[in-house]
């Protein structure tokens, strides 16, 4: 089992489950800035999508928070601190925002959260936070409920064109788990989705896997999760269903996927099923020799009257079944007149097999090429129309350091904080080197020194390239504040505030 750390610190977590962090892989540092992102390790045989990467990381990670950084290592914003999953760039009124969901995970076995949904725009301003509140929900037994605000999970946050948001959450409840050898009075996590307006909090559509367990019934999910000794506690529900994405078709119906069922649900407006593309027997569907088991992030794409494009994560891992069959995007076309599936196209690398037990993702990117976040293995890789892979970028050990879901998105920030400077002289010589960076600035291009002996009476003594999220520039004086101004086309230029010196490098 895996820890996340942040949750045992606020839960008090037995001593006994905290294994020691392993914080081996390497990360970058900077004098102007407290953050300290993940090196990445890339490596390039073709060309790339434009954008930046987009990702969160936990478990063993060095810093929790989110970050966006480019393909040349070079960190561009960094979140404060917090367990914070599933960070991408969505459109809200038709304006690009950032989204993710900030809280408390809860680690594998169980593998859910508890928490809202933030929306930033451009300047990184917190505008919405898409919240649960009010809903009577129960935590796992061994989690303080008062330790949160709103009961979405991390599993899905994503935005549809009517400025609602598709979200998860998990339920302890109760349920008669005899049909699988559990206990009559016995516990489970149900598995809910909701649709909710952005701006108000409204709750649009609900719907619970356990009000429909007539047509999806707890015995299909046996042979993938065996029950063992779940269910007898609310510490130990049965996690059945886990519920761990959600899109939605044209005509306002839905499509939800189940790691343990190893299925896809259509569900209905009134929240029934309609069908059900379960990924070993095809459920409702002839699956034409395809395979998929524990995917993840079923996506929708060119959808017409009877037929979609549908993209998954496929796990074909987890911790009941692991090591067989590596992990892969897929990309396969539905058709609903014949319910028969037919396989588009797989992306994996044959020269880095990966098998991630949990997590991931795939993300459809200009000119057919597509981006893969692998969840408990910390690499992301990009595959271009031929599903060849082109791009490689690894963030940390295998199963040590996780990341939910990552993304490749152009974006422009235009950060309110103001550019952060440091300052010191290099004792004996003269020299004072001054180090400058801009979290989430993208415009900028150049930057400005001023320096003199006093903060009224600075004069410009450099002016230099931006050179990657801190720049630093050696001035052959010895000054004692130091300020500093970032340039670009189209943009405010950010200036800093005065700082003094320090007196030794
Ligand atoms: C961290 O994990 C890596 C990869 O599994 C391993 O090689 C290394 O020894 C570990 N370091 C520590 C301090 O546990
Ligand atoms: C959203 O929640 C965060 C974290 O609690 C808070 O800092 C922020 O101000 C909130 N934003 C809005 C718009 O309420
Ligand atoms: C959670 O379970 C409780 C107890 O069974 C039930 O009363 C409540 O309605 C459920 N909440 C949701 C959001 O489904
Ligand atoms: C809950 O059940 C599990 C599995 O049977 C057991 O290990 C655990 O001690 C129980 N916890 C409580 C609080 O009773
Ligand atoms: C799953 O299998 C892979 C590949 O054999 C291995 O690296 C990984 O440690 C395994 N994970 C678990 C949770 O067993
Ligand atoms: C796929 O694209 C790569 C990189 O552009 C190229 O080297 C390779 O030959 C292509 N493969 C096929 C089967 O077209
Ligand atoms: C430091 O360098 C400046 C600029 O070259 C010069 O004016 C000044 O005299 C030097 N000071 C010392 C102590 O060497």
């Known amino acids: 089992m895996r820890l996340n750390y942040a949750f045992a610190a606020l839960c008090g977590l037995q001593a006994t489950l905290v294994a020691a962090k392993n914080t081996t892989w390497p990360w970058q540092t900077f004098k102007s800035s407290p953050h300290e992102p993940p090196s990445l390790k890339i490596s390039k045989s073709g060309l790339t999508s434009p954008g930046y990467l987009f990702f969160d990381q936990s478990w063993d990670a060095h810093q929790y928070s989110v970050f966006i950084m480019s393909d040349s290592n070079e960190l561009v914003w960094q979140s404060p601190p917090g367990d914070l999953k599933g960070f991408r760039v969505q459109k809200l009124d038709g304006k690009p925002v950032l989204t993710y969901f900030n809280g408390l995970g809860v680690p594998e076995p169980f593998g859910w959260g508890y928490g809202i949904i933030q929306v930033l725009d451009e300047s990184y301003q917190s505008i919405y936070n898409v919240s649960v509140t009010n809903d009577n929900y129960k935590a796992l037994g061994s989690i ?34 005899s049909s699988v050898g559990g206990p009559k009075n016995g516990w489970i996590a149900d598995s809910l989705f909701y649709e909710i307006d952005v701006k108000t909090n409204e709750i649009l559509f609900r719907w619970s896997a356990l009000d429909h367990i007539d047509q999806i019934p707890l015995e299909n999910v046996q ?32 499509i939800i996927s ?18 059900t593309l379960q990924g070993q027997t095809g459920g409702d569907f002839a699956l034409n020799g395809i395979k998929f088991s524990y995917q993840h992030d079923a996506r929708i794409h060119y959808e017409t009257e009877d ?75 990009e595959y271009n129309a031929n599903g060849t892979c082109v791009m490689t970028a690894q963030f940390g050990f295998d199963g040590v350091i996780s990341s939910y879901r990552s993304y490749r998105s152009p974006w422009v920030g235009v950060p309110k904080t103001l550019p952060e400077v440091f300052s010191c002289i290099e004792q004996g010589r ?53 300020q500093v101004e970032a340039h670009g086309l189209g943009i405010q230029k950010g200036v800093s505030e005065i700082i003094p010196v320090k007196s030794g490098c």
């Open 223 to 254: 042979p993938f999760y065996p029950i063992r000794d779940w269910g007898h506690n609310s510490s130990s529900p049965y996690g059945y269903f886990h519920i761990n994405s959600v899109d939605k078709f044209q005509d306002g119906t839905y």
């Open 430 to 482: 003269n020299k004072t080197n001054v180090y400058m960076s801009w979290n989430g600035a993208t415009e900028h291009k150049q930057w400005k020194v001023f320096g003199g002996a006093s903060r009224s009476d600075l004069k410009p003594v450099a002016v230099l390239r931006k050179t990657g999220f801190e720049t630093v520039a050696s001035i052959r004086e010895s000054l004692r504040y130091v």
């Open 258 to 275: 189940s790691r343990y069922y190893c299925s896809l649900f259509k569900i209905a407006k009134d929240g029934s099923v309609d069908w």
């Open 307 to 381: 037929a979609f494009t549908l993209s998954i994560f496929d796990n074909a891992n987890s911790d009941v079944q692991n090591g067989t069959d590596h992990t892969e995007g897929l990309l396969m076309n539905v058709n609903l007149a014949t319910r028969e599936v037919s396989l588009v196209q797989t992306l994996h690398d044959p020269r880095d097999e990966i098998f991630s037990t949990s997590q991931g993702n795939t993300q459809m990117l200009p000119r057919e090429h597509k981006l893969m976040g692998y969840g408990s293995n910390p690499k992301i890789k």
């Open 144 to 177: 303080d409920s008062s330790s949160f605000v709103s009961w979405i999970d991390m599993h899905e946050n994503t935005m549809t064109s009517d400025g609602t948001m598709l979200v998860t959450g998990y339920n302890v409840t109760q349920a008669d788990l």
